[in-house]
């Protein structure tokens, strides 16, 4: 039984069971998927009655408040990525299996995405409605939203896995996510607000795109190097 | 000296402490290796380095002769480990457990409902594990060493928590593993009966 080479599974394998474990427990517990959601709505709600119904105000503050409400509610949400896993062993189950960590890293980050990330990206032109944003900008934010919470999932995955053996952790992980987080804060409203005055826009979609490239390709790397250092 | 596991001049500092420190040990198919100490010595540390995932001060571990860090994966392919915690998640029922880490691994050729009725959890299956007794938890992370169909078995206190048939079935499970040429390394502080070869490291 010891020298035999028996099939394994396909590199995605471990993607696939991670993602598919991950949103198995959203579905059992659902508080988790609407807290950032409810966070997003809330902010993005209450910022219109604050500061008075001026239209001209509302238009342009519009995409950065939408930015920065949806920046807050990722990290919100980021600080339970490995926690619930690191507590009950699973992560150490995870460190030791036969898939390769950046891999199964990137399941759990996929996971995270879809159910965090995704439906902000989906509910947001219901509340750009609220800031009199015009229709094709909305467009345009739901897509920097879409490439840009992709970003932030996986940057994040990075702070959370720094973080995970830390006791109350949030805080340091917000400092260290933050600055690499501020370029695609910057670009993502800026963008819209671009879109929403009929200016040229292309250019930061192109730069989020080569963003969310950038950090699919390396993100998971530092998140396998960091849970590995974390879990020692 | 060859051997399938082995450790030579393993060293150990954790803060202030030296845990261990020149340890060396070897293990071949059909032997157990029993680490043996009182509470705090390090079993559980030596345990983490040999599943690769603490780094030592000094030594290395070695599986076929190789280096562990350099096959990693290769490694992880040929071992269980049955932690301290279980590992399984609360919110699912054993079968998605169990399912979720079959996934990960080649498919074995070990018959599910066989190895829940040997564990005595067969009618546990569709309870979320969260509302299932600590020994009854332990069970199902047996369960997953024996579906993954594995030579190495790292045990961390295998008996925690267990009943004296649980013991009981601890230890003739871990019997027919290393006679069918698996390989056990197992931390405990109680004294145990096995008729199988042990090779013991004392910290």
């Not at chain 1, 910022?47 to 990290?75: C, I």
Request: charged share 15%; net charge neutral.
């Amino acid at each position: 039984m010891s020298d035999r080479l028996p099939e394994q599974p396909g590199m995605f394998a471990g993607l696939l069971a991670v993602a598919r474990r991950d949103l198995l427990l959203a579905w059992k517990r659902p508080g988790d998927v609407l807290n950032p959601l409810f966070f997003f709505a809330m902010v993005c709600t209450l910022f219109p009655l604050a500061v008075g119904p001026s239209p001209e105000q509302l238009t342009f503050s519009g995409p950065g408040v939408l930015w920065v409400a949806a920046l807050l509610a990722t990290l919100l949400s980021l600080n339970t990525l490995f926690m619930s896993d690191h507590e009950d062993g699973s992560l150490d189950q995870l460190l030791v299996s036969p898939q390769p960590l950046p891999v199964l890293a990137l399941g759990k980050t996929l996971a995270h995405w879809l159910i965090s990330g995704l439906p902000l990206v989906l509910i947001s032109p219901l509340l750009a409605m609220t800031y009199r944003m015009p229709g094709d900008a909305m467009g345009v934010l739901m897509l920097t939203l879409f490439l840009g919470t992709i970003c932030l999932s996986l940057l994040g995955s990075i702070g959370a896995a720094l973080t995970v053996g830390l006791h109350r952790g949030t805080a340091l992980l917000s400092l260290l996510i933050l600055p690499l987080a501020m370029p695609v804060l910057l670009l993502g409203a800026n963008t819209v607000s671009l879109a929403a005055g009929n200016e040229v826009y292309a250019t930061g979609i192109w730069a989020l795109g080569a963003y969310a490239v950038g950090a699919i390709s390396l993100a998971p790397y530092a998140t396998a190097a960091a849970l590995r250092i974390s879990n020692e | 000296m060859t051997a399938k596991l082995s450790g030579k001049d393993l060293t150990l500092i954790r803060g202030e402490s030296c845990l261990f420190k020149g340890l060396g040990f070897a293990l071949n198919p059909g032997e157990l290796l029993l680490l043996e100490g009182r509470n705090g010595s390090g079993k559980t540390s030596l345990m983490r380095a040999i599943a690769g995932m603490l780094s030592l001060e000094k030594g290395e571990i070695y599986w076929n002769d190789i280096p562990v860090n350099r096959q990693r994966q290769e490694f992880h392919g040929a071992l269980v480990w049955l932690a301290h915690r279980t590992g399984l998640k609360g919110d699912l029922n054993l079968v998605e457990n169990l399912r979720f880490e079959a996934s990960l691994r080649p498919q074995g050729n070990v018959d599910l409902a066989a190895v829940c009725d040997r564990l005595a959890i067969a009618r546990l299956k569709r309870l979320p594990l969260r509302s299932l007794s600590a020994g009854q938890q332990r069970r199902v992370a047996l369960a997953r060493m024996l579906l993954a169909d594995v030579p190495l078995w790292l045990m961390d206190e295998p008996f925690t928590n267990l009943d004296r048939e649980g013991r009981k079935l601890v230890m003739e499970l871990t019997e027919e593993h290393l006679l069918k040429g698996g390989m056990c390394v197992m931390a405990a502080h109680q004294d145990i009966e096995i008729n199988v070869p042990v090779v013991r490291v004392g910290l």
